[in-house]
Each structure stands twice: as structure tokens, then as C-alpha cells.
Nanobody, 118 residues
Framework: QVQLVESGGGLVQPGGSLRLSCVAS????????MYWYRQAPGNQRERVAS??????SYADSVKGRFTISKDNVKNTIYLQMNTLKPEDTAVYYC?????????????WGRGTQVTVSE
């Protein structure tokens, strides 16, 4: 089994910063990407960023403001979010591929709320 636990969300003013963390445990496929997604009320879940051993990618809406990183020793991925905007308000989830009885499964954390407001 795989467990993903996010933390670091909260309330921040526009223009502010937050750093999200996601601690992974269990049988993670280290060779496959890990992701940050977000979901705002009434919207579909969207991928914000992904990271592999040698590359990162970002949604256009966060390029230049968000940075995804990974600490392999701590089995943790991070999302540094700068210059936050009200439209960044959402629940943020991390996800990772892991072993399951059926083969490979994309696991999800429970999410952490980010609210950007005056």
C-alpha cells in the first residue's frame, strides 16, 4: 500500500507564498512521475506540476510562479508557490504511482486547502 500525506496549506494574501509538502510511504514507483493536482469548487481536478528524476513540467497557469521539487532521502515532494493569486484557491493533492494487487495504481493524498484572499 501507498500513503501520501500533504501539508502546508493555509490562508495567504494575494502575492504571498506557501510551500506544500507531501510525504510518501509504501511501494512507490520511484522511476515514474509524482504529481501535484488541485481542485477548486465546481471545477475539475487539474494537474499543476509533475516531477521525474530528471525533469519537471507545469501547467501554463502556474509557470514561473510554482516550483516542484523532490527529496529522495525524505521521500517527500514539495510545491513552492509564489505570487499567489485568488484563482489559485483550491484543494491541492499529491499523487504517485505505486504497486497494487492489480499492477500499478495512481494513489492520492487527502489534500490540503490553499485559500488566497485579502
Amino acid at each position: 500500500q501507498v500513503q501520501l500525506v500533504e501539508s502546508g496549506g493555509g490562508l495567504v494574501q494575494p502575492g504571498g507564498s506557501l510551500r506544500l509538502s507531501c510525504v510518501a510511504s509504501g511501494s512507490i514507483f520511484s522511476s515514474r512521475p509524482m504529481y501535484w493536482y488541485r481542485q477548486a469548487p465546481g471545477n475539475q481536478r487539474e494537474r499543476v506540476a509533475s516531477i521525474t528524476s530528471d525533469s519537471t513540467s507545469y501547467a501554463d497557469s502556474v509557470k514561473g510562479r510554482f516550483t516542484i521539487s523532490k527529496d529522495n532521502v525524505k521521500n517527500t515532494i514539495y510545491l513552492q508557490m509564489n505570487t499567489l493569486k485568488p484563482e489559485d484557491t483550491a484543494v491541492y493533492y499529491c499523487s504517485a504511482w505505486g504497486f497494487s494487487p492489480g499492477g500499478q495504481t495512481l494513489y492520492w493524498g487527502r489534500g490540503t486547502q490553499v485559500t488566497v484572499s485579502e
